[in-house]
């Protein structure tokens, strides 16, 4: 069954950056999409960015350019670089794909957003 692990949230000031990691195990080769999606307490669960193989990249509209995702299958792990971080970026970030049919989604990475 895979498993995504992600890693890389913390508390950052306004303007700040952070980057998330997300591993992928227990799989050969990570899937060709891979997606970021995030929480934030009392609202719906929102797409960040969606990357599909080495080429194709969504991303939510309220991103505006400050992030990037990003993917090595090398390392079997998708990257989310996030800048001029604003607190209603403030939420629970989540990895996610699918596979044969079926939603795998990490335990989430808190990303908090504060003076």
């Known amino acids: 069954q895979v498993q995504l692990v992600e890693s890389g949230g913390g508390l950052v000031q306004p303007g700040g950056s952070l980057r998330l990691s997300c591993v992928v195990t227990?799989?050969?080769?990570?899937?060709?999409?891979m997606g970021w999606y995030r929480q934030a307490p009392g609202k719906e669960r929102e797409l960040v960015a969606r990357i599909i193989g080495y080429g194709d990249r969504n991303y939510g509209d309220f991103v505006k350019g400050r992030f990037t995702i990003s993917r090595s299958d090398a390392k079997s792990t998708v990257y989310l670089q996030m800048s001029n971080l604003k607190p209603e970026d403030t939420a629970v970030y989540y990895c996610h794909t699918t596979l044969a049919g079926n939603n795998y989604w990490g335990q989430g990475t808190q990303v908090t957003v504060s003076s």
């Open positions: 227990r799989i050969s080769s990570i899937p060709n999409t």
